[in-house]
């Protein structure tokens, strides 16, 4: 499997950007799909976005749909998510995802998860 450090997160206001990143190590990252998930607490952990392992297949959950940007650079085994326009229902602790598939959105899909990065957005 491979390991995953996420990195980016913080505490911003609303209206705000952020950018994560999701440093991978360990296997060929160019043969996995990627994803970000996110969890408050009490809450079952939900998906986000995900890329294809190739970068040209994305998907986005409705809530993120038109803020949240997911690409990868397959170079330097790295996924980022792009976030604007932060909401306060943003809050969560936000994991990257990867599994050795072309593509895949289904969290249970995902075997190799990272340790997670807060994300706190003020009103």
């Known amino acids: 499997q491979v390991q995953l450090v996420e990195s980016g997160g913080g505490l911003v206001q609303a209206g705000s950007s952020l950018r994560l990143s999701c440093a991978a190590s360990g296997r060929t990252f160019s043969n996995y799909a990627m994803g970000w998930f996110r969890q408050v607490p009490g809450k079952e952990r939900e998906f986000v976005a995900a890329i294809s392992w190739g970068g040209g297949s994305t998907a986005y959950a409705d809530s993120v749909k038109g803020r949240f940007t997911i690409s990868r650079d397959n170079a330097k085994n790295t996924v980022f998510l792009q976030m604007n326009s932060l909401k306060p229902e943003d809050t969560a602790v936000y994991y990257c995802?990867?599994?050795?598939?072309?593509?895949?959105?289904?969290?249970?899909?995902?075997?190799?998860w990272g340790q997670g990065t807060q994300v706190t957005v003020s009103s």
């Open positions: 995802a990867a599994e050795q598939t072309p593509w895949s959105v289904r969290k249970e899909d995902f075997r190799s």
